[in-house]
């Protein structure tokens, strides 16, 4: 196959080549096309079912680092990534607004459902400083992944939790298979990307493969075989 054109100074200026091979940038936006689907169907559903098919605890975590990576640093995978991290970020605002209008239902202590309004801003708030310094100190990579994968093994621990904790109905198998995928091919960019070293990364990948996995099988088996009479419109 004929890959001169990575070569090209026009193209170098939108996807950095020289920086990421091809196997790297189309593992990155296989995943990343995949999150936009989860996203989209998360948004659509808690429309739909009132209830958010993400934790609250992550979703503040994620539209922060979403925020510093889409506004206050720039990656150096090229100007593609640049503009969809802050395409990215306008989907993940829709996500934040049904989180602030049905996330309180994820809480069980009513107490904490009720101050939830003013503690998430603080919650989010405070991840942005976390993500900035982690970056500026130089414990992140160039494009981010090791702070996405701390995001990421809080999610996954905590999405178990949410489905274990709340009527299981609310929760998208579609969700959790494009998003289990969408995960792999990030921890096979990882792979491929760092082949030496980066170990700490790499732990977190293989321990979020190993909960996508257990998640994808208990949604599955909630839906498709232990209960049957599920309504079918939240099958989706």
């Not at 809480?107 to 459902?113: D, E, Y």
């Not at 198998?173 to 494009?178: D, G, K, P, S």
Request: charged share 15%.
């Amino acid at each position: 196959m004929d890959l001169q054109f990575t070569k090209d100074p026009a193209v170098l200026k939108w996807i950095r080549f020289d920086l990421y091979s091809p196997l790297d940038v189309a593992l990155i936006l296989a995943g990343t096309v995949l999150w936009c689907v989860a996203y989209f169907i998360i948004v659509r559903n808690a429309f739909k079912n009132k209830f958010v098919d993400m934790p609250i605890a992550a979703g503040a975590a994620n539209i922060a680092w979403e925020f510093v990576w889409a506004f206050m640093v720039v990656t150096d995978m090229g100007l593609l990534f640049v503009y969809g991290l802050r395409v990215w970020f306008l989907m993940d605002i829709l996500i934040l607004y049904t989180t602030f209008k049905y996330g309180s239902k994820q809480i069980l202590n009513k107490r904490l459902a009720g101050a939830f309004v003013w503690t998430e801003p603080f919650v989010l708030i405070a991840w942005g400083f976390l993500f900035w310094f982690f970056i500026k100190e130089g414990y992140d990579t160039s494009m981010g992944a090791t702070s996405a994968y701390v995001i990421t093994t809080i999610m996954e621990f905590v999405y178990i939790t949410t489905f274990l904790n709340h009527d299981q109905k609310y929760f998208s198998f579609h969700v959790a298979w494009t998003k289990g995928v969408a995960n792999f091919l990030m921890t096979l960019f990882v792979f491929n990307h760092y082949a030496e070293g980066m170990w700490f990364l790499k732990t977190m990948t293989i321990i979020v493969t190993v909960l996508d996995i257990i998640y994808i099988v208990m949604v599955a088996k909630a839906k498709y075989f232990s209960n049957p009479r599920i309504n079918q419109s939240t099958q989706s």
